[in-house]
């Protein structure tokens, strides 16, 4: 399984960014996919997780700021991040797990995600 994550790059605070994310084979496309991000000498972070269903789950600090969804059946994930600030600055991945679900208690933990994205570099100025 590759994951495939770009749209990062270097933005002003208050810009926005769409960060994508594409499974090879398109059957992952379906399963439940997370984001995370990571800054040197920090533990990942959760960031958002959708559903196959369509349902959606933020962290508190990107709640009303970020949007993330799916273009159809096996499409691509899109992660619009509004009102950027530079606390956003990191190192962004996208996850799926080996199977297409995983428990609610557990979609915010880096560990339930099998398959991990290169990573792409988000970075706000101020």
């Known amino acids: 399984v590759q994951l495939q994550a770009s749209g990062g790059g270097l933005v002003q605070a208050g810009d926005s960014l769409t960060l994508s994310c594409a499974a090879s084979?398109?059957?992952?496309?379906?399963?439940?996919r997370g984001w995370f991000r990571q800054t040197p000498g920090k533990e990942r972070e959760f960031v958002a997780a959708i559903r196959t269903s369509g349902t959606t789950y933020y962290a508190d600090s990107v709640k009303g700021r970020f949007t993330l969804s799916r273009s159809g059946p096996k499409s691509a994930v899109y992660l619009r991040m509004n009102s950027l600030r530079p606390e956003d600055t990191a190192v962004y991945y996208c996850?799926?797990?080996?199977?297409?679900?995983?428990?609610?208690?557990?979609?915010?933990?880096?560990?339930?995600?099998?398959?991990w994205g290169q990573g792409t570099l988000v970075t706000v100025s101020s």
């Open positions: 996850a799926t797990p080996s199977r297409p679900f995983v428990s609610a208690a557990s979609y915010y933990q880096a560990s339930a995600y099998d398959y």
């Open positions: 084979p398109s059957t992952y496309n379906n399963y439940i």
